[in-house]
């Protein structure tokens, strides 16, 4: 099977612009998770999707922003970007949504300048 | 706060010994712990998970023991090898959605 899949694989933004991160899990995953990963803050947890809602929530303000298709791909969308977010943001797939093995992509490296 | 505790922050082992990363946590409503291996570039890949009922899981050279008493675990490596060298993750779930507290990391480095 193929693994999870997130892309783009680099990003380089300006502050002010926003930003759209793709995932496509493994394939019968139904449950999407994103972390974002920054040296000083770790693996955080932003969201999840499962079965096309938002199952959790972590403590990230409301431009972080994400959605599930129905074919259990996700978008996650990041509004009037801040130098802040320069981070590694990693998808997750599971699948079901009740503690589960994660298998995580090779993420995004997001820079904002 | 940091609701998954893990140390030490680096390590160094010689080759053929063992490593051994501790983490601590308080939410006694975490159920499922797993270990995560990361090596620069990549994501964390799933190495080792554990749920509170059993004390010990062991597969291959690598072993979690768990303490639920002490509300803490950790990642053995055995005969550990160069290519061992990595970002060793703790984490930590509940059991309502697959939510995961991650420790800070512990970079490892095995010395031929």
């Known amino acids: 099977k193929a693994g999870v899949t997130q892309t783009p694989r680099y990003l380089i933004k300006t502050r002010g612009q926003q930003v759209t991160l793709s995932c496509s899990p493994i394939?019968?995953?139904?449950?999407v998770s994103w972390y974002q990963q920054t040296p000083g803050q770790g693996l955080q947890f932003l969201f999840e999707?499962?079965?096309?809602?938002?199952?959790n929530k972590g403590n990230f303000p409301g431009r972080f922003s994400g959605r599930q298709f129905s074919n259990s791909r996700s978008e996650m969308n990041v509004s009037t970007l801040e130098l802040g977010d320069s981070a590694l943001y990693l998808c997750?797939?599971?699948?079901?949504?009740?503690?589960?093995?994660?298998?995580f992509g090779p993420g995004t490296r997001l820079t904002v300048l | 706060q940091q609701q998954v505790k893990q140390s030490p922050q680096s390590l160094i082992v010689q080759k053929g010994g063992i490593s051994i990363i501790n983490c601590a946590y308080e939410?006694?409503?975490?159920?499922?712990f797993p270990w995560y291996q990361q090596f620069p570039g990549k994501g964390p890949a799933l190495l080792i998970a554990?749920?509170?009922?059993?004390s010990e899981k062991k597969e291959g050279r690598f072993t979690i023991s768990f303490n639920k008493s002490a509300k803490q675990f950790s990642l053995h490596i055995m005969d550990s090898q160069p290519g061992d060298s990595a970002t060793y993750f703790c984490?930590?779930?509940?059991?309502?959605?697959?939510?995961?507290?991650f420790g800070t990391g512990t970079s490892l480095t095995v010395i031929p």
């Open positions: 984490a930590a779930s509940k059991n309502t959605g697959n939510q995961f507290y």
């Open positions: 997750a797939s599971s699948l079901a949504s009740q503690n589960n093995e994660q298998f």
């Open positions: 939410n006694t409503a975490f159920d499922y």
């Open positions: 554990i749920r509170p009922d059993v």
């Open positions: 999707y499962f079965s096309e809602t938002q199952r």
């Open positions: 394939s019968g995953h139904r449950s």
